[in-house]
């Protein structure tokens, strides 16, 4: 069956530019995590949905970064006024999101967009 | 706030050498424990988790871990390691009540020598 799904895998952009990268979670799965990984590092956490709503969006760094899930299922990781030091790896992972269990379901990853701000 | 340290970022064994991969963490209430393998060009992979119950772990590809709460620590061992376990690793924790959450270490390269 399929995984979860990023897109782009690669993004190269100028500092100052908005960009947007996608992730296609597992059918059926309610819960979606982004994550940022950069070189030498493990991934961040960024933010978690349950359905529609961020659960957790304690992560993001800062009001340039935003993400939304308005249909409960794909979700856009927005990126306003780009810097050199949002290069990194984003990851996105999705799970069931049984309640009470989400604590700790196992959490399905893609495999990443690489993003590159020159 | 909650860290996560792995010893050693980078280990090599011999094949059939047994692997040890370090993970503590540092939490004021025992977290929920997870194991997971990154092979190149590929996404994260969940190795083996603890939750509650039975302190020791198994998980797939023959890995074990063994959560021993008086050291807050949690490591990764293999008995025997193969050519195919060479990927890195990752140890990572999610506070109870902080569901999704997940914070991870800076991982551990493995390497496996002929």
């Known amino acids: 069956g399929a995984g979860v799904s990023q897109t782009p895998s690669n993004k190269v952009t100028e500092k100052g530019k908005y960009v947007e990268l996608r992730c296609d979670p597992i059918?059926?799965?309610?819960?979606l995590y982004w994550y940022r990984q950069s070189l030498g590092q493990g991934p961040e956490f960024l933010i978690y949905?349950?359905?529609?709503?961020?659960?957790?969006d304690s992560g993001l760094p800062n009001d340039r970064f935003f993400a939304v899930r308005p249909e409960g299922s794909v979700s856009t990781l927005k990126i306003q006024r780009t810097e050199r030091g949002d290069s990194a790896v984003y990851l996105c992972?999705?799970?069931?999101?049984?309640?009470?269990?989400?604590?700790?379901?196992?959490?399905?990853f893609g495999p990443g967009t690489r993003l590159t701000v020159l | 706030a909650q860290s996560v340290t792995q010893l050693g970022s980078h280990v090599s064994v011999s094949e059939g050498a047994l692997v040890l991969l370090r993970c503590n963490y540092s939490?004021?209430?025992?977290?929920?424990l997870f194991w997971y393998v990154q092979y190149p060009n590929q996404g994260l992979q969940l190795l083996l988790k603890?939750?509650?119950?039975?302190?020791l772990v198994k998980g797939i590809n023959g890995f074990e871990a063994e959560f021993k709460k008086s050291e807050t620590s949690f490591h990764l061992t293999k008995p025997s390691a193969h050519m195919s376990d060479a990927a890195e690793y990752f140890c990572?924790?999610?506070?109870?009540?902080?569901?999704?959450?997940?914070?991870f270490g800076d991982g551990t390269t493995l390497t496996v020598k002929p």
């Open positions: 992972a999705s799970s069931f999101g049984t309640s009470g269990r989400v604590g700790h379901d196992e959490q399905f």
């Open positions: 059918s059926g799965h309610t819960a």
């Open positions: 949905f349950q359905g529609t709503g961020a659960a957790d």
């Open positions: 939490s004021s209430v025992p977290p929920y």
């Open positions: 603890y939750t509650t119950g039975a302190t």
């Open positions: 990572a924790v999610i506070e109870p009540g902080r569901a999704g959450k997940s914070t």
